[in-house]
Nanobody, 124 residues
Framework: QVQLVESGGSLVQAGGSLRLSCTAS????????MGWFRQAPGKEREFVAR????????LYADFVKGRFTISRDIAKNTVYLQMNSLKPEDTADYYC?????????????????WGQGTQVTVSS
């Protein structure tokens, strides 16, 4: 059973940075495509970023391009989301997800396993 545990969420001022971590069970990061999603209060869950199983192909939502970076550390079985130049509209619960698809898209339905989320609050 794949397990994902996010950490790193916090309260930060606009313009600041955070790095979210997602530690996975077993060989998940090595074998699955990994993604980050977010969900703000009263809104649907939305795609943020994704990298395929070997990290060679990444995809970002337009609203985070140039500010967020997804990366992975195979040895630590961990996926990261480096978030820079944070804005108040980035406030949300952030979720890590793993997909069995080779190149999953942006729909949450394409991801098979989910973490519990970590809260990010950006103050203005």
């Amino acid at each position: 059973q794949v397990q994902l545990v996010e950490s790193g969420g916090s309260l930060v001022q606009a313009g600041g940075s955070l790095r979210l971590s997602c530690t996975a069970s077993e060989r998940t990061v090595r074998e699955y495509a990994m993604g980050w999603f977010r969900q703000a209060p009263g809104k649907e869950r939305e795609f943020v970023a994704r990298s395929i199983w070997n990290g060679s192909i990444t995809l970002y939502a337009d609203f985070v391009k140039g500010r967020f970076t997804i990366s992975r550390d195979i040895a630590k079985n961990t996926v990261y989301l480096q978030m820079n130049s944070l804005k108040p509209e980035d406030t949300a619960d952030y979720y890590c997800a793993a997909s069995r698809a080779v190149v999953p898209g942006t729909s949450p339905n394409q991801y098979n396993y989910w973490g519990q989320g970590t809260q990010v609050t950006v103050s203005s």
